[in-house]
């Protein structure tokens, strides 16, 4: 069997009611995964592209979240109605999601415009 071509990182992580941090599970990152594994099926790419669920990826502000691999890009905010465009555009095109992608500078920094 071939390697996979992408490989997709959907968090799962959740929370109790009250931590200090959002989780991706209380921002419906469940349906994302669904939605995104069920339109890599109906896309043909299940031995190109291998969707895992994550635990925590420490990008908590910007859920739900999602990484692809091995170009590195990450989605923030990521609704389920975005798996169709992610797959068709990244996965199979080529070409990331300009309008979901995390800004570089705003990785691992609790201190980004977005995470106020
Ligand atoms: S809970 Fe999803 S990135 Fe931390």
């Not at 991706?24 to 969707?51: F, H, M, N, W």
């Amino acid at each position: 069997m071939p390697a996979f071509e992408h490989h997709v990182f959907v968090c799962q992580n959740s929370r109790p009611a009250g931590a200090p941090r959002r989780s991706c599970t209380a921002d419906g990152t469940s349906p994302v995964l669904a939605s995104l594994q069920q339109k890599v099926r109906e896309a043909g790419l299940g031995a190109k592209v291998r969707i895992n669920k994550a635990g925590c990826l420490n990008q908590c502000e910007h859920g739900p979240v999602m990484v692809v691999y091995p170009e590195a890009v990450w989605y923030g905010n990521v609704s389920p109605d975005d798996a169709a465009e992610i797959v068709a555009s990244h996965l199979v095109g080529g070409k990331p999601v300009e309008r979901l992608r995390i800004a570089d500078d705003c990785l691992n920094n609790p201190h980004c415009p977005h995470c106020g």
